[in-house]
């Protein structure tokens, strides 16, 4: 499974449209290569460069199985982003220096029965066992 964005190359900056200088947008992404098995699609954003720790902005679960997501949607049901913006997509907005932020999509052999606003946490545990694949992209901002 491959996970790309039309708007940002693997390890090259997210533009500003998609940020807290921008419109704050979710970034537009394509997939390919999904497993035959794929039930339901989960997407989590965070940012291991966060001075307090891994920094969660984005927690999508249930996603029906697509190849594409367009910008600004909510493709299945929202988890808690670290923000507590109604698990809505948080962009990319560091305090200082270059961040990575990486999307990670996971291909899952099932539907949960959770309910909105789960935490990444509960979400990888629910995942456990069930993840045929799994994909990253990586996308890199620093304020201007």
């Given at each position: 499974m491959i996970l790309t964005s039309p708007a940002f190359k693997n390890n090259e900056s997210i533009p500003a449209k998609y940020t807290c200088q921008g419109e704050e947008v979710?970034?537009?992404?394509?997939?390919?290569?999904?497993?035959?098995?794929?039930?339901?699609?989960?997407?989590i954003m965070d940012d291991p460069d966060a001075?307090?720790?891994?920094?969660?902005?984005?927690?999508?679960?249930?996603?029906?199985?697509?190849?594409?997501?367009?910008?600004?949607?909510?493709?299945g049901k929202l988890g808690t982003n670290d923000s507590?913006?109604?698990?809505?997509?948080v962009g990319p907005c560091p305090p200082s220096g270059t961040h990575r932020y990486f999307f990670k999509l996971y291909a899952l052999d099932t539907e949960f029965n959770l309910r909105d606003?789960?935490?990444?946490?509960?979400?990888?545990?629910?995942?456990?066992?069930h993840i045929l694949e799994k994909s990253e992209l990586v996308g890199l901002y620093k304020k201007q």
């Amino acid at each position: 499974m491959i996970l790309t964005s039309p708007a940002f190359k693997n390890n090259e900056s997210i533009p500003a449209k998609y940020t807290c200088q921008g419109e704050e947008v979710s970034p537009p992404l394509a997939i390919e290569y999904i497993p035959n098995k794929t039930r339901t699609l989960a997407l989590i954003m965070d940012d291991p460069d966060a001075q307090m720790g891994t920094w969660v902005h984005w927690v999508v679960f249930n996603m029906p199985v697509t190849e594409k997501i367009d910008e600004n949607t909510i493709p299945g049901k929202l988890g808690t982003n670290d923000s507590n913006h109604d698990g809505a997509y948080v962009g990319p907005c560091p305090p200082s220096g270059t961040h990575r932020y990486f999307f990670k999509l996971y291909a899952l052999d099932t539907e949960f029965n959770l309910r909105d606003g789960i935490t990444k946490q509960q979400l990888e545990e629910a995942m456990e066992g069930h993840i045929l694949e799994k994909s990253e992209l990586v996308g890199l901002y620093k304020k201007q």
